[in-house]
């Protein structure tokens, strides 16, 4: 029997993007395909004052919402699914937001949990890499999630209420952050890992997901950094673009402006996130994910509906 074949559309608002990918679904199989890819660079996080989300923040967030959705249906798309992280799920009027941001839209939006994005970020992750136990880290713009696989089974999952958009705005002036700021974010991190109180020593492999991640991996690449393996950074990478930040700031901001210049000011805090998490897991090297929460959440909307 062959399987049947849809084309479903993924909107992920997130902190900083809000970013829809196109995937063409065999629901017999659960296999699926990436189609395309678009995002819209929205920093719903900046929206948010005293804990509550601007109505500017709204009309942005609604904005893009709505040309991202017409994409989807010029390509085709039988289903949209829409969900938000961070930014929307941590602000005071949270239920507010989404309820006026579906009306705007006539889209159903789903808002996650913490613990509910980090199952979702492991399960996407383990499509792209083969860890069988260990630390699962995905660093996002107002959040970052840890998880922990034991045989790839999902032993447990939380939320860090940091990530790399919502550090700087806390801890950075102006777009490039400094040493003394930086470290700000560091001593931030380190509060938050030793609240969550997880044991993360108890791992033995890392994965890191998400686009600070790979971006470093890049930009480590460009620096002259040891080839240990396209799909891994160590923290060897991670001090060589922080020593070079201090050296020699020039070089470092050409060569992210030439591999991912939305990211100028969130790239740091985000390397020093991931820095901390391996210092605290006694973990120097990471594999990068391919895919992460956004595939994740596909395969339990596609296991729903098979």
């Not at 990211?263 to 994910?289: K, Q, W, Y």
Request: charged content about 25%.
């Amino acid at each position: 029997m062959t399987a049947k074949t849809e084309i479903w559309s993924i909107v992920d608002m997130g902190s900083n993007t809000i970013r829809l990918c196109v995937y063409l679904v065999r629901l017999g199989d659960g296999s699926y395909k990436k189609l395309l890819d678009a995002r819209e660079t929205v920093g719903l996080s900046s929206y948010v004052e005293e804990g509550m989300m601007t109505k500017d923040g709204v009309r942005a967030a609604s904005k893009a919402l709505k040309k991202l959705l017409r994409t989807a249906e010029l390509v085709g798309c039988k289903r949209n699914f829409v969900f938000a992280t961070a930014a929307i799920r941590n602000c005071k009027n949270s239920d507010e937001v989404v309820a006026s941001i579906q009306d705007r839209t006539c889209c159903r939006i789903e808002v996650i949990s913490g613990k509910e994005e980090a199952r979702l970020s492991v399960r996407g992750a383990l499509e792209t890499v083969d860890v069988e136990s260990g630390l699962f880290f995905d660093i996002g713009g107002g959040s970052t999630e840890l998880a922990m696989i034991d045989g790839k089974n999902y032993v447990f999952g939380q939320s860090l209420p940091y990530g790399s958009l919502s550090t700087w705005h806390e801890f950075v002036g102006e777009v490039m952050p400094t040493p003394e700021e930086l470290e700000k974010v560091a001593a931030c991190i380190r509060g938050a890992l030793k609240e969550s109180a997880a044991d993360l020593t108890i791992a033995n492999e890392m994965c890191g997901i998400g686009g600070t991640m790979r971006m470093a991996r890049k930009v480590a690449a460009e620096l002259g950094a040891d080839p240990v393996g396209k799909r891994l950074l160590t923290l060897a990478d991670i001090n060589l673009i922080m020593s070079t930040f201090q050296n020699d700031e020039a070089t470092l901001q050409r060569i992210m402006l030439e591999i991912n210049p939305a990211r100028m000011h969130t790239f740091l805090p985000g390397c020093v996130i991931a820095r901390e998490i391996m210092l605290a897991s006694n973990i120097d090297t990471a594999v990068i994910a391919k895919s992460g929460v956004r595939e994740g959440y596909l395969l339990s909307k596609m296991k729903k509906l098979a």
